[in-house]
């Protein structure tokens, strides 16, 4: 299933196998993930977007679930006060949500001065924010879309989390959501289902 040319019908089977694979374990944090923040930050009446200390909690504990366990990484989240955390999603989000493409850069910037965030996290943090059109930096996704069978070079790639390889891997979503006409959501589910059916 090449990223560069798969089939809606194939993309459509993989995302319906998400739930599938997913251990069951993980179905809570999956579903503060993929609904409850979201749709809190949709009803969301003021004038900017945020969130809570807690909904970020939930997220890194979300991404540790899915990815690399790394037992540090949620206590330096902690050490954000609820404030600083409220300002600086709001500042990430407001410009970002009058264009995502051209203030993806920034928005990372914004988001990894908070404690324990870097542009893994904080790509998690916008795509909440921006379901449809902004990806998730997970291994799977970048894994996916970047496969090529050169030894190194497919599930077993190594990456930096840098914010080049994101913006990268964000135009090559963009791509993809505009050719198939799907979310960036779902092409983070379909690259899990690859992954995990490619490692086991």
Do not use: M
């Not at 009446?45 to 909690?57: G, I, P, Q, Y």
């Not at 051209?102 to 404690?115: Q, R, V």
């Not at 599930?155 to 994101?166: A, G, L, M, V």
């Amino acid at each position: 299933y090449n990223f560069a040319n798969i089939a809606l019908e194939d993309f459509n089977t993989l995302l319906e196998a998400y739930t599938d694979v997913l251990p069951a374990k993980l179905i809570a944090l999956d579903r503060a993930r993929y609904e409850t923040v979201p749709t809190g930050l949709e009803t969301i009446t003021d004038d900017r977007s945020t969130l809570t200390k807690a909904e970020v909690v939930t997220l890194v504990e979300w991404k540790l679930s899915h990815g690399t366990f790394r037992p540090k990484l949620k206590a330096l989240v902690n050490q954000n006060d609820e404030e600083t955390i409220g300002e600086v999603t709001a500042n990430a989000f407001e410009p970002f949500s009058k264009d995502p493409r051209s203030n993806a850069k920034p928005a990372l910037a914004e988001l990894t001065k908070l404690k324990g965030i870097g542009p893994a996290t904080a790509s998690l943090l916008l795509s909440v924010y921006d379901p449809d059109h902004t990806p998730f930096f997970s291994d799977e996704l970048f894994r996916w879309a970047f496969w090529s069978p050169a030894k190194g070079k497919g599930w077993d790639r190594s990456i930096k989390y840098t914010p080049k390889e994101y913006l990268e891997l964000f135009e090559k979503v963009q791509e993809l959501c505009e050719r198939l006409e799907v979310k960036a959501i779902e092409a983070e589910k379909v690259a899990y289902v690859l992954g995990k059916r490619a490692t086991g």
